[in-house]
């Protein structure tokens, strides 16, 4: 007979299954299996490879290309067809940080820019091969 543990993973809370014990698929019902969850320390932060001043300067860059309303949110996740842009607006984009970083993007490496962290991290690998 096939058993089963438990184990959680959440994205939004950190926690952990205690006292789990194994639960026979024979019979099993949404509403017989139960399990105890107690929050953990949350020990790994997701670090961006990109320097911070990089990332607000392609924040400041995306806000004037796409002429974004004050206030709008731009972070180093923001994608920029989520902020409005077309695939006219991305090149006018690159081009903007081409000629603010002083660096030239291939455009194989220009269609693989999607995030603003895409574009930090390209520019600061960009910047240093220099």
């Keep these: 007979m096939a058993a089963i543990a438990g184990s959680v993973v959440s994205f939004a809370r950190p926690v952990k299954a205690v006292n789990v014990s194994p639960v026979p698929f024979a019979g099993l019902r949404k509403d017989n299996v139960a399990f ?17 001043e990089t990332v607000d300067k392609v924040c400041d860059i995306v806000r004037k290309q796409l002429v974004l309303p004050e206030g709008t949110e731009v972070s180093g996740a923001s994608k ?10 991305t090149v006018e984009i690159v081009m903007g940080l081409e000629e603010a970083f002083k660096i030239t993007v291939e455009e194989s490496s220009a269609q693989s820019i999607g995030t603003v962290e895409d574009a930090a991290e390209l520019i600061d690998k960009l910047v240093e091969a220099k």
Excluded at 36 to 46: D, E, I, N, T, W
Excluded at 80 to 89: I, K, P
């Design 36 to 52: 105890r969850l107690h929050p953990v320390s949350q020990k790994f932060a997701v670090l961006c490879a990109a320097k911070k």
């Design 80 to 89: 920029f067809t989520d902020l409005g842009a077309d695939s006219l607006d």
